[in-house]
């Protein structure tokens, strides 16, 4: 199977829905991949980088499409992508199609096979699969940092020959995937932290982390 990676379009989007670590893997299981070029820039990663991986890049979206068999992208395609897709194929991304039933009757109708990433049950068996969680993750890492470029203090506790600067207090609230990245992060930049959630089951995890549960 030939899969192929789009590039994507949304403004502001960086992600790319394939890395060459994951090139590497499909070729070991005899598939084949190719990249529409300049689909990795905005994650920093060149085009040399997917072919020194074993893809082959493609000029344009159009050929991508005709070429591949599966067709890997982050963000749900638009309606008119999807209306140009040529029938019989597969697609893999964020899809939502709970808010986007328009863009599933298309792809019903060109008899288009669609995994929808968001839709996956959060189980163990699928964890590797576990796209909502991973993004999560980051979400509570960045959140936090981005709370310490606009605090006009010192996340840290700091002693100095002028005096003692107090640690910044941090209140998180939810204590689900990305809220305890966000606890842990907050931590390791030396905040005082305290956690809300309507769950008391996350307590203990809460505290493990060196939060106070509130």
Request: net charge positive; glycine share 8%.
């Amino acid at each position: 199977m030939r899969f192929g990676v789009f590039k994507e379009l949304s403004p502001g989007e960086t992600r790319v829905a394939l890395v060459p670590d994951a090139v590497k893997l499909l070729l070991k299981k005899k598939h084949a991949v190719s990249v529409e070029s300049g689909a990795g820039l905005a994650a920093s990663i060149p085009d040399a980088e997917f072919v020194a991986a074993g893809a082959q890049v493609v000029p344009d979206a159009a050929q991508l499409a005709a070429s591949a068999d599966c067709l890997l992208k982050v963000h749900a395609v638009s309606k008119e992508e999807a209306g140009a897709m040529p029938e019989g194929k597969s697609l893999i991304g964020f899809l939502a199609p709970l808010r986007n039933p328009e863009l599933v009757e298309i792809l019903a109708r060109r008899r288009i096979t669609s995994f929808s990433l968001d839709a996956i049950p959060r189980i163990s068996r699928a964890q590797s699969m576990d796209t909502l969680s991973s993004m999560a993750t980051i979400a509570g890492y960045k959140a936090v940092l981005l709370a310490a470029n606009h605090l006009p203090k010192f996340f840290p506790m700091l002693t100095t020959a002028a005096g003692t600067i107090r640690p910044s207090q941090c209140l998180i609230l939810g204590a689900g995937v990305a809220g305890l990245q966000a606890i842990a992060t907050a931590r390791r930049l030396g905040a005082v932290v305290e956690a809300f959630d309507v769950r008391p089951a996350v307590k203990e995890q809460v505290k493990s982390l060196g939060a106070a549960f509130i």
